[in-house]
């Protein structure tokens, strides 16, 4: 394995045994539900946006595999402070990330520590597992 491998793995790692942003948020202005039925990946996202459209918090509570607890732990770190539409074009570079073999979002610095699941696109089977919460982070912020 390479150094970026160990590295990327080492920071999934982390954060499926010790995620951030764990627990119910109690005042929050978005809330969903997020279930893989396939896996039994199972997550509850709440959010507080305020009114000019920055999340200002996020937590998360559930259960799920590896690199479903990693990527919404992550995700969390990487939204809160952001605005609306900086989550959304975030949510677009990610799927790209995931999916997208050598995506330029593989090589971007600012995907920061996202840049772990660049090899998730090699097992089809977890590339769900990675964008479950993000799909639920996409949906809440258009339906509310």
């Given at each position: 394995?390479?150094?970026?491998a160990?590295?990327?793995?080492d920071i999934?790692?982390?954060h499926?045994r010790?995620p951030?942003?764990f627990?119910?948020?109690e005042?929050?202005s978005?809330?969903?539900?997020?279930?893989?039925?396939?896996?039994?990946?199972?997550?509850?996202?709440?959010?507080?946006?305020d009114?000019?459209?920055?999340?200002?918090?996020a937590?998360?509570?559930?259960a799920?595999?590896?690199i479903?607890?990693?990527?919404?732990?992550l995700?969390?770190d990487?939204?809160?402070?952001?605005s609306?539409?900086?989550a959304e074009?975030?949510?677009?570079?990610f799927q790209?990330?995931?999916?997208?073999?050598?995506?330029?979002?593989?090589q971007?610095?600012?995907?920061?520590?996202?840049a772990a699941?660049?090899?998730v696109w090699?097992?089809?089977?977890?590339?769900?597992?990675a964008i479950?919460s993000?799909?639920?982070?996409?949906?809440?912020l258009h339906?509310?």
């Amino acid at each position: 394995m390479t150094q970026a491998a160990d590295l990327y793995q080492d920071i999934i790692l982390h954060h499926s045994r010790a995620p951030r942003h764990f627990g119910q948020l109690e005042q929050h202005s978005h809330h969903i539900k997020a279930d893989n039925p396939l896996c039994g990946d199972s997550y509850e996202l709440f959010l507080q946006i305020d009114d000019q459209g920055i999340i200002r918090n996020a937590t998360f509570q559930g259960a799920g595999c590896a690199i479903s607890k990693a990527s919404t732990s992550l995700m969390l770190d990487a939204i809160i402070g952001k605005s609306i539409q900086e989550a959304e074009e975030l949510f677009i570079h990610f799927q790209r990330l995931v999916k997208e073999p050598g995506s330029p979002e593989s090589q971007d610095e600012s995907m920061g520590k996202l840049a772990a699941f660049s090899g998730v696109w090699k097992f089809p089977s977890r590339v769900k597992c990675a964008i479950l919460s993000w799909h639920a982070m996409h949906d809440v912020l258009h339906h509310n």
